[in-house]
């Protein structure tokens, strides 16, 4: 695949990497299970280690985490945390130039040319791509062990899965995968069964960000899809099995075989009566995601009987069961953003990244508890991100650090995580930080509807990618940076899916963000949020039949929403209000975003867009 098997044959090194890697438990069951894919692989971790001239391979078995934390706690890479308070905690600080996903160097690499991957993509020639790539890689882990990570991603024994390998010099990006998806022996039958996998490529090179790449080949590795990235040992650029297989390759996977993969949560709510409802909800990175994902009912809700529990806090796979969706977390870990995570937000989080976590970017105290942003009172002597005596002035924590956890640690994890059919999905959301226009929660009065709601997501940036924060972007279904192929023809493929279920998910749109005058958020957020969601379970079991009729869609009646004590029912009043001549000028400002998939813009959406407009215009 990489134009040098031949002399990898004959390599200097090839007899001691052939023994490295069949000394592997992994790769002894993967023979075992599958001779085929055994030989493949064999063959693929060996030119890759030729081309990097690494001086010795270790394919992951599953239980190195230990050995491996250790080794870059002597070197001084890792920090021990306050073992009694953290017990098995670490800090990492990455290179302050190598903190956050990178859009701009981040490509979709095919032979046919950028009408393919649509406007909102950076397209380069496969070819010309894998010249560049091979040229960085050569040589660059001379000295150094290549560690290959056999991952999988969704329950072990799902039909709806999928493996990949990662080969990588990092002992980093190592220490994740370990966290976040399921590694090494306990995965051998799973990618043996399924007979295929994704192929990650990673070096961490010289880490130059003017050369960082992060390339996906979606027709290469047996058109199962190959990522190769370099100069970058962070987040969604090196954790290949996340955003890279999870999102941008699985999509096309998705549209191939007729499923979704979404940057989505998925929570189970259960009613006081026992009965459980899965939504679902699409939110822009560092938009609250991960806090609905872990949503606990406020006391008196509890007491009644509400409960929540989670099945993924990020990306949601969807599969087409006898008409209905349902859905699966691919992952097995949060890669989660720190700052703003406390007891207050998201008492659950707090709970799971006390044990076992490995925090990135963050500052820590005098006895070297972890500290960030929205904790609490800034601790005397505390050290900021990049190890220095915080001087009030610049951040404690960068404002994308971040924890990873293993998903064992949440104490409510849904009983259906496991579940290799995944759960019934009943509801997505749409949404994201907007501090005008966008009501508390609207629901839409058809699927294509809800499709239009998601198309139109203009949400604020975050600092979870480079560039700035604050600007509205046009970002559909909070998959902007992770839709690898034309935007249009992703629409079109969700008008598909909703034509061939027989039970689709309701779809909203909810803003938590809206802000006063003053600049104040009107909704109290967090935990109250729990007054939405027991709206939106309503509608779906049928307790709630009536609701406003807007030209936009249907919003609660004010009194079926159970509102907070501490707001102002005016207040709350002003934000389900449909504001029809600033949503005529949202429609306006939307359309040349639109215009640019050309011909792949979906007719049927169109139509959908001018009906929804006649009846705003009708409103004036
Ligand atoms: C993430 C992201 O890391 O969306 O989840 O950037
Ligand atoms: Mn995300």
Not at 568 to 574: A, F, N, V
Request: glycine share 8%.
């Amino acid at each position: 695949m990489l134009g040098v098997e031949k002399e990898a044959k004959q390599g200097q090194f090839v007899q001691s990497y052939r023994e490295e890697i069949g000394s592997s438990l992994f790769m002894k069951l993967l023979r075992k299970e599958n001779e085929g894919i055994f030989n493949e692989v064999s063959d693929l971790i060996t030119e890759y280690a030729f081309l990097t001239g690494a001086h010795s391979i270790h394919v992951i078995d599953g239980n190195e985490e230990k050995t491996i934390t250790d080794e870059l706690h002597r070197e001084g890479k890792l920090i021990k945390l306050n073992e009694s308070n953290f017990p098995n905690c670490y800090l990492y600080r990455s290179p302050p130039f190598d903190v956050a996903r990178s859009e701009k160097d981040t490509y979709i690499c095919t032979e046919r040319g950028p009408e393919e991957v649509g406007p909102t993509n950076n397209w380069m020639n496969s070819r010309d791509a894998m010249k560049i790539a091979i040229s960085n890689l050569k040589g660059s882990m001379a000295g150094k062990v290549l560690y290959a990570v056999p991952y999988w991603l969704g329950p072990l024994s799902s039909g709806f899965g999928d493996g990949g390998f990662e080969l990588t010099d990092s002992r980093y990006v190592v220490l994740n995968l370990m966290k976040i998806t399921r590694v090494g022996e306990k995965v051998a039958k799973s990618i043996a069964m399924k007979n295929s996998y994704v192929l990650g490529l990673h070096s961490t090179a010289r880490l130059n960000p003017e050369k960082r790449f992060i390339m996906h080949f979606p027709d290469e590795n047996r058109k199962m899809g190959l990522v190769v990235s370099f100069n970058t040992d962070y987040g969604g650029n090196a954790l290949l099995s996340k955003k890279c297989h999870a999102l941008r390759i699985a999509s096309f996977k998705a549209r191939r075989e007729g499923w979704l993969a979404e940057h989505m949560m998925l929570i189970e709510v259960k009613d006081p009566s026992g009965k459980s409802t899965f939504i679902s909800g699409a939110f822009p990175s560092s938009s609250g995601k991960t806090n609905l994902s872990m949503l606990k009912p406020p006391e008196h809700y509890a007491k009644e009987g509400w409960a929540t529990s989670l099945i993924s806090d990020d990306i949601t796979w969807m599969n087409n069961v006898e008409g209905t969706l349902r859905g699966i977390n691919p992952e097995y870990g949060f890669f989660g953003v720190a700052p703003h995570t406390s007891m207050k937000t998201n008492p659950g989080a707090m709970e799971a990244i006390m044990k076992n976590t490995l925090f990135t970017n963050v500052g820590i105290d005098r006895d070297r508890n972890p500290f960030w942003e929205g904790m609490g009172p800034v601790p005397d002597g505390v050290i900021d991100w990049q190890g220095r005596v915080y001087d009030g002035k610049e951040k404690i924590a960068h404002p994308n650090s971040r924890f990873t956890t293993p998903i064992h640690e949440y104490a409510d994890l849904s009983k259906d995580y496991e579940n290799p059919m995944g759960a019934p999905v009943s509801a997505f959301l749409f949404g994201g930080r907007r501090s005008d226009l966008i009501p508390l929660i609207m629901e839409a009065k058809s699927w294509n509807e809800g499709v239009l709601f998601g198309a139109m997501q203009r949400v604020e940036t975050t600092a979870a990618a480079i560039g700035k924060v604050g600007e509205l972007r046009n970002d559909p279904m909070a998959m902007r940076p992770f839709m690898p192929y034309n935007m249009g023809e992703y629409f079109q493929h969700y008008i598909e899916i909703g034509k061939i279920l027989k039970n689709p998910p309701k779809i909203y749109n909810v803003n938590w963000f809206r802000k006063d005058g003053m600049g104040n958020f009107i909704w109290p957020g967090y935990s109250e949020n729990m007054r939405v969601v027991e709206w939106i379970v309503k509608r779906i079991d049928g307790t709630i039949t009536s609701a406003v009729d807007t030209p936009m869609g249907y919003v609660p009646n004010i009194d079926d929403l159970r509102l907070p004590a501490n707001v102002e029912r005016d207040k709350i009043k002003s934000i389900l209000e449909i504001d029809a001549k600033g949503f005529l000028n949202e429609f306006d400002t939307i359309e040349p975003f639109f215009k640019s998939f050309g011909s792949m813009f979906p007719e049927e959406l169109w139509r959908t867009y001018h009906n929804v407009r006649d009846r705003l215009e009708r409103e004036l």
